[in-house]
């Protein structure tokens, strides 16, 4: 078993939902929230890479955003489309892996929260971060000084 096949089968058991049930995952959940309601203009296209059960993406939409979500695991996929279907909302989940998986184009905000970015090769790591740059339609400049396109 590679170490990927084994990461995928600890996300594929992970009760990742049921750890904000802490106070304290409550806490990291609600400040990362805070700072997209602070900086996200409304109806930001949001790509959120390994999304899991869809966490951010259910509050992000919520909040009036677009947003895809993708990730490799069957079991987080399946469960973060019923609670979109549960909540009436429209997001986009996709079970795929990030490293090959198409994403499209024209998102605002590319995310990949839980640090799975260091289980890739640095081979891997620099095709994932050019995917990413390639479906950005802009940078989001926390500066306050406008945004920053690339071309």
């Given at each position: 078993m590679t170490d990927i096949d084994r990461i995928k089968n600890y996300y594929g058991?992970?009760?990742e939902w049921g750890r904000l049930d802490t106070p304290d995952g409550q806490i990291v959940f609600e400040r990362t929230l805070a700072l997209f309601k602070r900086y996200l203009r409304p109806n930001t296209r949001i790509l959120d890479l390994a999304c899991g059960p869809g966490l951010?993406?259910?509050?992000?939409a919520q909040l009036g955003h677009i947003c895809v979500g993708i990730d490799f695991s069957p079991a987080s996929v399946a469960y973060a489309q019923s609670q979109a279907v549960q909540?009436?909302?429209t997001i986009d989940y996709v079970c795929g892996d990030i490293r090959t998986v198409g994403y499209g184009e024209g998102f605002d905000l590319?995310?990949?929260?839980?640090?799975?970015f260091n289980?890739?090769?640095e081979a891997d790591a620099q095709?994932?971060?050019g995917?990413?740059?390639q479906a950005l339609t802009t940078t989001l400049d926390l500066t306050g000084q406008g945004d920053k396109y690339h071309g």
């Open positions: 058991q992970f009760d951010y993406s259910q509050r992000l909540a009436d909302l590319a995310m990949l929260i839980f640090g799975e289980v890739f090769t095709q994932l971060l995917s990413i740059h």
